[in-house]
C-alpha cells in the first residue's frame, strides 16, 4: 500500500529559529514529490522535486529530495510567526497524490 | 483570471439530506479530484476524473458520487448515506506539465 508519512505531526520552535521537517514516502511508480502550505483554508503550493539531490529554494524555504532512500526535507530557516502553519506533503504516483498527514509548525516571537 | 471556484463556502445540512458541493475550473485541466479533511488529518481522496464522463473512486467514496458533464465542473454529491459528513471538503485540478495541483477555497460542511 502506498503510504507517505510526515513527521514530526508538530513542531513548536521560536522566531529565528531553523527548523527541518521530513518526509518519507514507499509509492509504485514515484513521479513526483510536493510541498504545500496550508494556513486557514487551502493548500498552497511551495515547491515540486522530481530528481534526487537538487536543492529547490525559494526565499528562506528550500526543499530537496533523496530517491535512492526515499525522502524529502523542507528547511525553513531564520523562521518568522507568518510561518506558522501545516506543511503538508504529496506524492505522485499512477496520477493520484499520496497526502502525508502534515507536520503542525508554530512559531512563537 | 484562472482558478478553481467552490460554492458554498460554508453548508449546513439535515441528517438524512443529500447535498450537493459545486466546484468549476476555467483553467483548462483534465484532471480534477475532490479531497476531504479532517482535523489532524491529511487530504484524503474521495473519487477522481481524468476526462469529461469518466471518474474513479478514491480511497473514500462510500456515501459520496460525483458527475463529470463538462470538463470545468465536477460536483459532489454527499448523500445520506456518508455516516460522518462533518469535514472541510477540498476541490483539485491539475496541470499535467508541472504537475502543480491547485486547489479550490474549500467548502466546509457540517451536519446538524
Known amino acids: 500500500e502506498d503510504k507517505v508519512v510526515q513527521s514530526p505531526l508538530s513542531l513548536v520552535v521560536h522566531e529565528g529559529d531553523t527548523v527541518t521537517l521530513n518526509c518519507s514516502y514507499e509509492?509504485?511508480?514515484?513521479?513526483?514529490l510536493l510541498w504545500y502550505k496550508q494556513e486557514k483554508k487551502a493548500p498552497t503550493f511551495l515547491f515540486m522535486l522530481?530528481?534526487s539531490g537538487i536543492e529547490k529554494k525559494s526565499g528562506r524555504l528550500s526543499s530537496i529530495l533523496d530517491k535512492k532512500e526515499l525522502f524529502s526535507i523542507l528547511n525553513i530557516t531564520a523562521t518568522q510567526t507568518g510561518d506558522s502553519a501545516v506543511y503538508l506533503c504529496?506524492?505522485?504516483?499512477?496520477?493520484?497524490?499520496?497526502w502525508g498527514a502534515g507536520t503542525k509548525l508554530i512559531i512563537k516571537p | 483570471d484562472g482558478g478553481i471556484t467552490q460554492s458554498p463556502k460554508y453548508l449546513f445540512r439535515k441528517e438524512g439530506q443529500n447535498v450537493t458541493l459545486s466546484c468549476e475550473q476555467n483553467?483548462?485541466?483534465?484532471?480534477m479530484y475532490w479531497y476531504r479533511q479532517d482535523p489532524g488529518q491529511g487530504l484524503r481522496l474521495i473519487y477522481y476524473?481524468?476526462?469529461?464522463?469518466?471518474?474513479q473512486k478514491g480511497d473514500i467514496a462510500e456515501g459520496y458520487s460525483v458527475s463529470r458533464e463538462k470538463k470545468e465542473s465536477f460536483p459532489l454529491t454527499v448523500t445520506s448515506a456518508q455516516k460522518n459528513p462533518t469535514a472541510f471538503y477540498l476541490c483539485?485540478?491539475?496541470?499535467?506539465?508541472?504537475?502543480?495541483?491547485?486547489f479550490g477555497p474549500g467548502t466546509r460542511l457540517t451536519v446538524l
Open positions: 483539485a485540478s491539475i496541470d499535467r506539465d508541472y504537475n502543480e495541483q491547485f
Open positions: 483553467l483548462n485541466h483534465d484532471a
Open positions: 476524473s481524468q476526462i469529461v464522463n469518466d471518474f
Open positions: 509509492v509504485t511508480n514515484f513521479r513526483s
Open positions: 522530481t530528481s
Open positions: 504529496a506524492v505522485e504516483s499512477n496520477y493520484q497524490l499520496i
